[in-house]
């Protein structure tokens, strides 16, 4: 078997330097528009899972108020394993317990956690405290 050598028409034997940039360039357009595209998407499931814990903690919250003659809590850590099987959730960016964190209340008669959102608008409940920005909120439903 004889190996043939293929040869490139007279005067075109590589690329040219304004074609090897252009190319770079593009590949560095589309590796920019990836990594924010990714990083919107990794605060927006943080949203995400914020939101749906918080309504997970507001539900237990419930429960007990139904379980224990109409009162809440006296504390935001008062929830037992009977109504948190896992605990008190974290924020899933900092890691601090949401009853742990500076913006909730908690007594016999009222409960309220805001954590802040990355992306989305939070909701129209208003916030525990004076602090501004975009929050999620959840408040004693009774």
């Known amino acids: 078997m ?3 050598k293929i040869s490139l ?6 690329f040219s330097l304004i074609e090897l940039l252009v190319v770079i360039a593009l590949i560095g357009i589309l ?18 899972r ?3 814990e918080l309504k997970a903690v507001q539900q237990a919250i419930e429960q007990y108020y139904a379980n224990n003659q109409s009162t809440y809590p006296g504390s ?5 394993i009977t109504y948190l099987p896992n605990g008190m959730p974290s924020d899933p960016q900092t890691g601090v317990r949401y009853d742990d964190a500076s913006i909730s209340s908690c007594s016999t008669g009222a409960y309220c956690f805001c954590v802040p959102m990355e ?3 939070g ?3 208003t916030n525990c405290s004076t602090e501004s920005g975009l929050f999620y909120c959840i408040r004693n439903v009774q």
């Open 2 to 4: 004889v190996l043939k």
């Open 9 to 14: 028409p007279a005067g075109r034997q590589a």
């Open 31 to 48: 590796v920019a528009i990836a990594t924010v595209s990714y990083t919107t998407i990794q605060k927006k499931s943080r949203d995400s």
């Open 50 to 52: 914020r939101v749906s």
């Open 76 to 80: 935001c850590s008062a929830l037992d």
């Open 119 to 121: 992306v989305n608008s």
């Open 123 to 125: 909701n129209a409940v």
